[in-house]
């Protein structure tokens, strides 16, 4: 059986590595790429909710991907707006 820390410890080191790629991912152009730099983070959260609780964990990852996928769509529609190249 997989231990418990094993999820908490993971999911800390893919908070961080996946935070420090969304923070230099704008330097990035392609944007599924910048949108897989959230998601690490995003999983990195829901495996350290999942070390307490499933269902938190759960709604944790559904939510926190449609709002980042939102956001980051939005961002890309506005510059593309206003003519920046992304």
């Avoid at 997989?2 to 590595?17: H, N």
């Avoid at 944007?31 to 983070?41: K, Q, Y």
């Avoid at 499933?54 to 707006?81: D, Y």
């Amino acid at each position: 059986m997989i231990d418990v820390q094993l999820f908490f410890y993971f999911g800390i080191v893919l908070a961080i590595v996946g935070s420090l790629a969304t923070a230099w991912g704008p330097g990035v152009k392609d944007p599924i790429v910048r949108t897989f730099n959230t998601e690490v983070a995003s999983i990195g959260v829901c495996l350290i909710l999942l070390s307490y609780n499933h269902v938190l964990a759960l709604l944790t990852l559904v939510a926190t991907t449609v709002v980042i996928t939102l956001i980051l769509f939005r961002a890309i529609i506005r510059l593309e707006e206003m003519g920046a190249d992304v």
